[in-house]
């Protein structure tokens, strides 16, 4: 996805993070501790993250042993193995809490709201994301070349619309219409399932909607990578009946119709810009 990074992290003289606004809103990793060290004749100050929760270290591994590179699909054993321990998560596994003044109702926002991300852990094979939506930012219709990715929504609640494409290809020419089917259509609360979407099929084009300020987990195997030709793809969706008329290559039934839209591929809209914040919450263990 597009990303920019920005100047969100405010630091103390003595370098230590404190706080990480975004909008009106904060977003905070609470269980940071400092640490005094007495052997020095100066007070020295050291950061410690708190013990990593043993869901979110069997995450990391469990990411080791599944994801094997761009265009692979686990298998059905691997998915449902990855989805239980994903099932698992809580907010806290990250360092978030719903007491966080970010995920508190805020009433109107004058400005077009932001969305934020920050990264757990990226490989080659594989990356671990949480994006912070505030309320009624959305993260716009994209797709995930040659990955599988699961998400589950931590904290809030969001709407999330996604679609397919249909197969063989069907489009308007000369437009760049293109025909897919809806997958997904529905508002997710906290806490819920994992859900999965393959580079085929599972709605693998798909848009994020907060409904209430909220935080989402995603696991992307492989991560986005613009020098290996899998970069993000935006879209506008527009209802099967708009185009009916006009060189239709396909004839579908009404009940068939409804499951239908026509995506058009565009630039990256202003809302796909996010900003990025450092991860302070639990820290993976890589040699386990």
């Given at each position: ?36 060290n ?17 869901v ?76 912070f ?34 197969e ?43 409904v ?25 969706d ?51």
């Open positions: 996805m597009t990303v920019e990074t920005g100047g969100l992290v405010e630091q103390s003289k003595n370098n230590i993070t404190t706080t990480v606004k975004h909008v009106n809103n904060r977003v905070r990793y609470g269980n940071k501790t400092e640490k005094k007495r052997s020095y004749k100066k007070m020295r100050r050291e950061v410690v993250f708190p013990r990593v929760p043993d979110l270290q069997q995450l990391f591994v469990s990411c080791t042993q599944i994801f094997r590179g761009p265009g692979f699909v686990p298998p059905a054993s691997d998915v449902n193995k990855l989805c239980d321990v994903i099932d698992k998560m809580k907010p806290e596994d990250v360092g978030l809490s719903k007491n966080l003044q970010f995920f508190k109702p805020t009433g109107a926002v004058n400005r077009t709201p932001r969305v934020t991300y920050t990264t757990i852990y990226q490989c080659d094979q594989f990356s671990l994301c949480i994006f939506l505030p309320e009624t930012a959305v993260i716009p219709l994209h797709n995930h070349p040659e990955m599988t990715v699961f998400s589950k929504v931590l904290l809030g609640k969001m709407h999330i619309k996604s679609y397919d494409w249909v063989p290809k069907d489009s308007i020419p000369p437009s760049k219409l293109r025909l897919a089917r809806l997958k997904a259509n529905s508002v997710y609360t906290a806490p819920c399932n994992t859900s999965v979407l393959y580079p085929t099929t599972g709605g693998n084009i798909h848009q994020f909607t907060a209430t300020p909220c935080a989402v987990l995603d696991v992307l195997g492989p991560p986005y990578s613009k020098e290996d030709d899998r970069d993000c793809s935006y879209y506008k527009c209802p099967y009946s708009a185009f009916s008329n006009e060189g239709e290559t396909t004839r579908v039934s009404e009940e068939e119709r409804e499951g239908l839209g026509w995506l058009e591929e565009i630039e990256a809209p202003e809302n796909a810009m996010m900003d990025r914040i450092d991860y302070l919450g639990p820290q993976i263990i890589e040699n386990y």
